[in-house]
């Protein structure tokens, strides 16, 4: 009996290898970048999310909540000086016995709601700038009040010709100036831009 044996095609040890070694490389490629672009868009998410925080607050101060008697203003406090600050914002009410619009820890002013900026971002600066004359300066905190009924937006204790500016920045980039960042922006008429610089 004649036995015919067919050749048996198959991959060699070193094409194996080669293979394997595409893969691996390939694997490292995208999840090394994976974290980069996770952070990316946890930027994206808290920026997004400021900004529809200033439009939640502006539309507090115009509906019946601003009605209350004991309530003058409702703001956005920000405070980039310690680590805990600078991961948080708080929403606050302003009592009618303020006279002025900024917030203060004090019993005259009440805290709404503290809301922690997403995980992996931070607030690297805020900026208050001026648009007549055209002058910027740095800041470790801010108040931004809406005042009912139109409303009028306060900058601290100015309301006219001022933008305040957050500046938003990855948290492990330690908010260096070749970090990625985004800016959110609202000026004394309400109104909110974010932009990449």
């Given at each position: 009996m004649n036995k015919i044996f067919k050749k048996q095609?198959?991959?060699?040890m070193?094409?194996?290898?080669?293979?394997m070694s595409i893969?691996?490389?390939?694997?490292?490629v995208v999840f090394g970048n994976y974290k980069i672009g996770n952070?990316?868009?946890?930027?994206?998410?808290?920026?997004?999310k400021l900004a529809q925080d200033f439009r939640r607050v502006n539309e507090m101060s115009v509906s019946g909540k601003a009605m209350d008697s004991t309530i003058n203003a409702y703001g956005i406090y920000f405070d980039k000086t310690t680590t805990p600050n600078s991961k948080l914002y708080?929403?606050?009410k302003n009592n009618k016995n303020v006279s002025n619009y900024t917030y203060s820890s004090s019993d005259s002013d009440v805290i709404a709601?503290?809301?922690?900026i997403e995980r992996g971002?931070?607030?690297?600066?805020?900026?208050?700038?001026?648009?007549?004359?055209a002058s910027e300066s740095s800041a470790d905190t801010a108040s931004v009040s809406f005042v009912p009924p139109e409303p009028v937006v306060y900058m601290d204790a100015d309301y006219t010709n001022?933008?305040?500016?957050?500046?938003l920045g990855i948290e492990s980039d330690n908010c260096v100036s070749t970090a990625k960042f985004k800016y959110i922006k609202i000026n004394h008429v309400g109104r909110v831009d974010v932009a990449n610089q």
């Open positions: 095609n198959g991959l060699t070193i094409e194996l290898l080669t293979v893969i691996i490389i390939l694997t490292s952070n990316t868009q946890a930027l994206d998410r808290a920026a997004q708080i929403v606050y709601e503290t809301i922690d971002v931070k607030i690297c600066d805020i900026l208050d700038r001026i648009t007549t004359p001022h933008e305040t500016v957050i500046k």
